[in-house]
């Protein structure tokens, strides 16, 4: 899958051109010394290294053009071609960027003795492939995410949170759902930080991505599949016996958001029996739902900017004593109804600790 040309990190191609900068590898001195360290293997044309990469190559030749990241072998009679070690300097330029790093420091650490080792990153023939392959700058993910670097790591994911996050990405640009899922194994994390540092970056991410899909391909679904078998794994064991019932119901019209199995995945974890309800919910329904699953309380998930929250508002007037807890966009929070039983919500941790709040106080009455 290939990203629109307007979209690549480096730019669109100068019409004018642009002189190389100072140090580029163009003095035959420069190439020998580096064709003497390159391992062997195929030279590759602008295409296929453009393939490889998931960029555009007019991308390919900005770097080249303005950072000296361009190809290294020239033979008599042909067009220079990309060397392995050419390509893995382009995997770290291309590495960096998606990770924040502006273009012209990611050159300089591509061409440095900062860059990582990426002496495997080189993908076999005939693989188009890099997903699993591509390497990171725990350093530079830290910079571009803030504090992500601090969090703790999900297993099997390299530390620094935009690394692992553009990995994540660029699984999801694949298809590479069983990728997607080794990246989104959740055991042992808080869920509530898997969310905010892994999940809700990467679907922003995609989101931000203009590119071009085959038939049947669709990145975000491939992404959201990954994180919904990632909660199913870690909800599988039965609740306990007598576990507190927290049931969340849909908005009339509005598809489920996935924060809503997050949050459900929350609950589980604090022992509770989150139940969620899918289809058309019906002001009747949700009375007779709270009423047939013995619901401790009722949360209502919202991302749009007018939900209709009349199921609450109905709600709030039949059971006077079952607690409801409401998070909505911040442009919706003025059509929250609020009462003595329903409550806003403004964040996700918030929300979690009011509902197992809730739940534990109407279990010691």
Same mark, same amino acid.
């Given at each position: 899958?290939?990203?629109?040309?307007?979209?690549?990190?480096?730019?669109?191609?100068?019409?004018?051109?642009?002189?190389?900068?100072?140090?580029?590898?163009?003095?035959?001195?420069?190439?020998?010394?580096?064709?003497?360290?390159?391992?062997?293997?195929?030279? /590759?044309?602008?295409?296929?290294?453009? %393939?490889?990469?998931?960029?555009?190559?007019?991308?390919?030749?900005?770097?080249?053009?303005?950072?000296?990241?361009?190809? @290294?072998?020239?033979?008599?009679?042909?067009?220079?071609?990309?060397?392995?070690?050419?390509?893995?300097?382009?995997?770290?330029?291309? *590495?960096?960027?998606?990770?924040?790093?502006?273009?012209?420091?990611?050159?300089?650490?591509?061409?440095?003795?900062?860059?990582?080792?990426?002496?495997?990153?080189?993908?076999?023939?005939?693989?188009?492939? &890099?997903?699993?392959? &591509?390497?990171? %700058?725990?350093?530079?993910?830290?910079?571009?995410?803030?504090?992500?670097? !601090?969090?703790?790591?999900?297993?099997?994911?390299?530390?620094?949170?935009? @690394?692992?996050?553009?990995?994540?990405?660029?699984?999801? &640009?694949?298809? *590479?759902?069983? %990728?997607?899922?080794?990246?989104? !194994? @959740?055991?042992?994390?808080?869920?509530?930080?898997?969310?905010?540092?892994?999940?809700?970056?990467?679907?922003?991410? /995609?989101?931000?991505?203009?590119?071009? =899909?085959?038939?049947?391909?669709?990145?975000?679904?491939?992404?959201?599949?990954?994180?919904?078998?990632?909660?199913?794994?870690?909800?599988?064991?039965?609740?306990?016996?007598?576990?507190?019932?927290?049931?969340?119901?849909?908005?009339?019209? =509005?598809?489920?958001?996935?924060?809503?199995?997050?949050?459900?995945?929350?609950?589980?974890?604090?022992?509770? !029996?989150?139940?969620?309800? #899918?289809?058309?919910?019906?002001?009747?329904?949700?009375?007779?739902?709270?009423?047939?699953?013995? #619901?401790?309380?009722?949360?209502?998930?919202?991302?749009?900017?007018?939900?209709?929250? @009349?199921?609450?508002?109905? &709600?709030?007037?039949? %059971?006077?004593?079952?607690?409801?807890?409401?998070?909505?966009?911040?442009?919706?929070?003025?059509?929250?109804?609020?009462?003595?039983?329903?409550?806003?919500?403004?964040?996700?941790?918030?929300? /979690?600790?009011?509902?197992?709040?809730?739940?534990?106080?109407?279990?010691?009455?």
């Amino acid at each position: 899958m290939v990203p629109a040309a307007d979209e690549t990190a480096a730019g669109s191609v100068d019409p004018q051109g642009a002189s190389a900068p100072a140090g580029r590898p163009d003095a035959p001195a420069a190439r020998d010394a580096d064709r003497a360290q390159v391992p062997s293997g195929p030279a /590759l044309t602008v295409a296929a290294v453009a %393939r490889r990469l998931g960029v555009a190559p007019a991308t390919l030749r900005t770097w080249d053009r303005r950072y000296g990241l361009g190809p @290294s072998e020239h033979l008599a009679g042909a067009h220079r071609r990309y060397t392995n070690q050419d390509l893995e300097r382009l995997l770290v330029m291309r *590495r960096l960027t998606i990770d924040g790093v502006a273009p012209a420091e990611a050159a300089r650490l591509a061409q440095s003795s900062e860059a990582p080792d990426v002496a495997a990153a080189v993908p076999a023939a005939g693989s188009d492939d &890099l997903t699993g392959r &591509l390497p990171v %700058r725990a350093e530079a993910g830290a910079a571009a995410e803030g504090s992500g670097a !601090d969090h703790p790591p999900v297993a099997g994911v390299p530390a620094g949170g935009a @690394s692992s996050v553009a990995a994540l990405v660029d699984a999801a &640009l694949t298809g *590479r759902a069983d %990728r997607c899922a080794a990246l989104l !194994d @959740s055991t042992g994390v808080d869920v509530t930080r898997w969310w905010a540092d892994r999940v809700q970056p990467a679907l922003a991410a /995609l989101a931000r991505r203009t590119v071009v =899909e085959r038939p049947g391909v669709d990145a975000r679904e491939t992404l959201l599949g990954a994180v919904l078998s990632a909660l199913r794994a870690r909800t599988a064991a039965p609740p306990p016996a007598g576990a507190p019932v927290v049931l969340l119901l849909p908005v009339p019209g =509005e598809p489920r958001p996935v924060l809503a199995h997050v949050l459900a995945a929350a609950l589980v974890d604090g022992g509770v !029996d989150a139940r969620l309800v #899918a289809g058309p919910v019906s002001t009747r329904h949700a009375g007779e739902l709270a009423l047939m699953t013995r #619901a401790r309380a009722v949360v209502t998930l919202s991302e749009s900017a007018a939900p209709d929250l @009349s199921v609450v508002a109905r &709600l709030a007037q039949e %059971r006077t004593d079952l607690p409801q807890f409401v998070m909505v966009a911040a442009a919706a929070e003025d059509r929250v109804p609020l009462d003595r039983s329903v409550h806003r919500a403004r964040t996700l941790p918030g929300l /979690l600790h009011e509902a197992l709040a809730a739940v534990t106080q109407s279990a010691s009455l």
